[in-house]
Every structure is written in C-alpha cells, then in structure tokens.
C-alpha cells in the first residue's frame, strides 16, 4: 500500500496502484471544500484529490457569498488557523478578502454608445431575508481552501495530485473496492488509484445540460486602467447590450489589491466549439469580435486582459422536467460506492449566484453525515460495509434534493425573467421574501 505522503512527487516518478480512503475527481473550489470539510470532520482521513489542471492558477472567476454559502464555510473551515503569526481563523481571513455588494450601475449600450444609465443600490443586509452577498476572488478562496487543507492534516502529506484527467472506474463487488483509473496530462501514463468506500466527485453529471449561453473571465491589474472607469470596491458596472438581451459586460473591483474583475456573457450557437477556441492564443480576439459594438471603454479593457487569467466555461442547467413536482436528482450511480456533488449534481444558471454556495453546503453535509454513520457505526471510514456507505449516500440525497431543486427553479425562473426584462435580483428578491429567507438561513441538517 503507498501512502498518500509525497503522493504528487512519487506519481511523477512512477504510476502504479494507490490506496485512499477517499478520491474526489475535480479540485474546484467544490472539490477543495469537500476535502476540507471530510478532514475537519473525520480526521484522520486519508483524501486524495485529483485535478486535471496540470498547475492551479489565478483565473478571473469571481464568486458571490450569500449567507448560506457563508454559513456552509464557517462550518468547513470551523477554527482552522492561517500560518502567519496573527494567528487569526481561515474564516476571518474569509471575511477579511471578501466585499460586500454595495451598488451596480447599469449602462445600456447600442452601436456602440451608452444609451442610458441607472444606479441598483444593492439591498440593507440588515433586511431579514434580503442580503447583498459578498464577494472574493476564485484564487483567494482557493489559497484559503488550500491553507485549510494543509492545516487539517495531521501528517506532511500532498493530497492534490495535478495533471490527472479521470477516465473510468470500476466497483468490485467481492471486495467492496473501488478502481478508479486516471491519464497524466505529463505524459507519464495511465495509474490506478485504489478506495474502499466512496468518489466524491465534482465534475459534469449526467444530468447536466448546456445553454447556447458562454460565460467569459479575467482579471486585469487596476495600475493599466483609467482611473475614471474604475469601480469603487464594492461597486459593480454592467454593460448591457440593448438588441442582444443577455449579452452583457461586468467590470467590478472586488479588493484592496487593485485588481478588477471581468465577467461577459454572449450567446453561440456552438458552445462546445467555442469554448475550445476561447482556450486557445486567440482567446481575446474572439472576446474583441463578440463585443465588437460595445463601447470602446469595453474594448480597451479586453485589450487589457492577461490571457493567461481568461477563463471560459458554458452556461449550464439540469435536465429536470418542470412538471415533475418531486424530481429526484441523481446524486449516485446505481448500487456503487460513488456520491456526486456540486455541478456534477445540480449545475445551475448563474442567476441567483448560488452556484458556488450551494456545492459548499453540499460540502459540509456530505462530511456531517459522514461522521454520524461512522459515529453511530462505531468504526473508520474505512471498515464501513458497502451497506453503511450506500445509507450516506441516501441520506445525503433526502437532506440535500427538495432543497437543490428549489433553488434551481428559482435560478431558473429568475434566468428567465431577465430574457424578457430589466430585473435585477434586487426586485426578485422583493418579490419572493419568504424563499430567500429559507434560502439565506440554511444551515446543515445535521446540526439544525
């Protein structure tokens, strides 16, 4: 049996067959809060992540953090330390990087001008059920999600193993084992890694679909941009397309670090073939072409943009009959030792901005209900029978389904509203108190 200590060195030696208590498929931010919540809660854990990235680099995605998201990080990160000499919790670091939402300015533009122009102050976080969020940078909750991992281990070990794409697995029913086989992106050949119970996997689920709809990220050093067309931190400014609806061009300042985010959507016909290209050298002229009759402030920003940060992905959804008032989401595979969190379970419009919060909370359960069946078990991770892993998985399915398809058809009806009209989440937000109360005051089933 290899241990998982200096796991990332050995593979790039030699790939052979390694034994985990527990593989998660993706190191997303979802994939890296999991991690972090199964360490928390059943240390001592032996996770291994594996990432198809060959480095982890910043990327200009930014997420927003409303209350549950939040609540579902308090609870990942719990009293988790940062390694400077302040001492200071991963959470008040959390609290100290994020931004909370102050104001968006809405510009309308067409042929190339600014048609009109609107201020949406962001809603009183002091309004029961009605929070602004908050804001971070993907890269820096990231680094915090990777401190707390690095802090919750109780041995020197490396449980991210970069440049390993998933290919297949197989359950062996007489032995309860699970064989997941992954292909290095350094050309170093295929390995096996060996689990007894479970995959927690983050990743693209059979029930995800995809809209005609690309979402498009970078970040820009501040330094390069005139200060007139900068926004406050805190303040956001939405270019908005007045012929093509959905297509639209975000500018925000998410931190003291003078960095500023970009965030533009635009319909295709072809998202796969797209997105293929806008990975490739030509990425920002393509972004030029696409916002080719937007102002030239717009165009001079997308100049700016390293490619290097550019980060392109598909609008997604799920596959749910609308009619179906009780749609059971597919959070396993059959009677096999697997779970699926995240967007591999519920990929959603970015309507809501609950994306990223809700694979969070689906982080925290996971590893909550984990640590009960163990509890009550009275065993490890590792000696749980196949029995005991499948009634987890069910468990997670019951606390976590009525909740997810909820928000995914709020997401969805709000994603449709904004086709057909100016609404801004602030005047949906008015308009269904009581189902952002449910939603901002979540908290995990196994505590509440």
């Not at 597919?330 to 519920?346: F, R, T």
């Not at 609950?354 to 163990?374: F, H, K, P, S, Y």
Request: net charge negative; aromatic share 6%; with cysteine.
């Amino acid at each position: 049996m290899t241990s998982a200590t200096g796991l990332l060195s050995f593979l790039s030696i030699v790939w052979t067959v390694t034994h985990h208590d527990v593989i998660i498929v993706g190191g997303s931010i979802c994939g890296l809060a999991t991690a972090v919540a199964l360490k928390t809660q059943l240390s001592p854990i032996n996770v291994q992540i594996y990432e198809r990235a060959k480095s982890l680099e910043p990327t200009g995605a930014l997420l927003s953090l409303f209350p549950n998201g939040m609540t579902a990080l308090q609870n990942i990160l719990g009293s988790l330390q940062t390694k400077s000499e302040t001492k200071a919790t991963l959470f008040d670091v959390l609290n100290q990087q994020s931004v909370s939402s102050q104001c968006t300015i809405i510009k309308q533009v067409q042929e190339g001008k600014v048609t009109d122009e609107r201020v949406v102050k962001s809603v009183d976080k002091s309004n029961e059920g009605k929070s602004p969020g908050r804001f971070i940078l993907w890269y820096q909750l990231q680094n915090i999600l990777l401190e707390a991992l690095e802090s919750a281990s109780l041995v020197d070990e490396n449980c991210i193993s970069l440049g390993c794409e998933f290919q297949s697995y197989s359950f062996d029913n007489s032995t309860g084992f699970i064989h997941a086989t992954f292909k290095s992106r350094t050309d170093m050949g295929d390995f096996t890694s060996t689990l007894r119970p479970l995959i927690s996997r983050s990743g693209s689920g059979p029930q995800i679909r995809s809209y005609k709809r690309i979402i498009f990220r970078a970040l820009i050093d501040a330094n390069g941009v005139d200060p007139e067309i900068i926004p406050r931190i805190g303040a956001a400014v939405v270019y908005k397309s007045a012929t093509n609806v959905g297509q639209i061009f975000k500018l925000q300042s998410c931190s003291e670090a003078k960095t500023i985010t970009v965030t533009a959507t635009a319909s295709t016909e072809d998202t796969e073939e797209v997105v293929r290209q806008w990975h490739s050298t030509e990425a920002i002229s393509n972004w030029r072409k696409a916002f080719s009759d937007f102002p030239t402030d717009v165009l001079d920003l997308i100049d700016l943009c390293p490619p290097s940060s550019a980060y392109t992905n598909c609008v997604s959804d799920l596959q749910i009959d609308d009619k179906d008032q009780s749609p059971t989401l597919c959070w396993s595979n059959g009677d096999e030792p697997v779970v699926l969190v995240g967007d591999a379970v519920h990929g959603m419009t970015p309507s809501l901005g609950q994306g990223g919060n809700v694979c969070m909370e689906d982080a925290i359960e996971l590893a909550m209900i984990m640590r009960r069946t163990t509890k009550t078990a009275d065993t490890s991770i590792v000696d749980l029978t196949h029995a005991q892993v499948m009634e987890t998985i069910r468990r997670l399915q019951s606390a976590r389904n009525g909740r997810v398809v909820e928000i995914h058809r709020s997401s969805r009806n709000q994603a449709s509203i904004k086709l057909s009209a100016d609404s801004s989440l602030k005047n949906y937000q008015e308009k269904n108190e009581a189902f952002f109360r449910r939603l901002y005051e979540w908290t995990p089933t196994s505590i509440s």
